[in-house]
């Protein structure tokens, strides 16, 4: 497992040109933190959708992502959404939060995996993030 620090995902991304965002949208509950933290750089509202598909053991628990957590004054009329989440592997959350924001300008982040821009896209294994214990 790769140790990160927040000063090693602060440095990344301070190096990072990111797009344009005026909305950042976390996906809940794993890219909360990563959400803030690009939220506060892009100096962009923030807002979270909390979807369940993988149990505390990264195994998937629904044949789908669940929707369980939609913000109601989620206004995304002629936002810049920048999406992110902690991880990207199959690809099936970021999926499935696009589908809610489809129709409007949404660029992916995570910090590993599959994403319009990936922080660490180097790192290949299982990371310890320093917000988890």
């Known amino acids: 497992m790769v140790p990160l620090t927040f000063r090693q995902i602060a440095e990344r991304l301070s190096?990072?040109?990111?797009?344009?965002?005026?909305?950042?949208?976390?996906?809940g509950t794993g890219g909360i933190v990563p959400a803030a933290l690009v939220a506060f750089h892009l100096n962009a509202d923030l807002r979270v959708i909390t979807l369940n598909y993988r149990d505390?053991?990264?195994?998937?628990?629904?044949?789908?992502?669940v929707v369980t957590g939609m913000p109601s004054d989620l206004d995304l009329e002629g936002r810049k959404i920048l999406l992110v989440d902690d991880v990207s592997v199959s690809g099936k959350t970021l999926g499935t939060a696009l589908e809610l924001l489809?129709?409007?300008?949404?660029k992916t982040l995570t910090m590993k995996g599959n994403a319009d821009y990936v922080?660490?896209?180097?790192?290949k294994e299982c990371v310890q993030w320093p917000w988890k214990p």
């Open 119 to 123: 922080l660490f896209p180097e790192i």
């Open 102 to 106: 489809k129709g409007h300008e949404v």
């Open 15 to 27: 190096g990072m040109p990111l797009p344009a965002a005026d909305l950042v949208i976390g996906i």
């Open 56 to 65: 505390e053991h990264n195994q998937p628990r629904h044949e789908e992502p």
